[in-house]
């Protein structure tokens, strides 16, 4: 399964230019929790993760990478 560890080259070249760097798995993917709560599975509830994340660590420039379903995430 994927995770954020597959980025290391790519999260490489963007610290040379200084950039803050966040990585995150959706719940129930790569190495987050398996919470048992079935709404936590959601597109929904993984948006509502993402603006969370977004709104606490976005910057006036801003870089989004999203992956298989992340790039569903990210478009929205």
Not at 3 to 24: A, R, S
């Amino acid at each position: 399964m994927a995770t954020y560890k597959q980025y290391y080259g790519l999260i490489n070249g963007f610290m040379k230019f200084d950039y803050n760097i966040v990585t995150y798995d959706h719940y129930g993917c790569g190495d987050s929790d398996k919470p048992y709560i079935k709404e936590s599975y959601n597109t929904n509830s993984h948006l509502d993760d993402f603006y969370f994340l977004f709104n606490k660590y976005s910057t006036e420039k801003n870089i989004i990478v999203g992956h298989s379903y992340g790039t569903c995430i990210v478009t929205r």
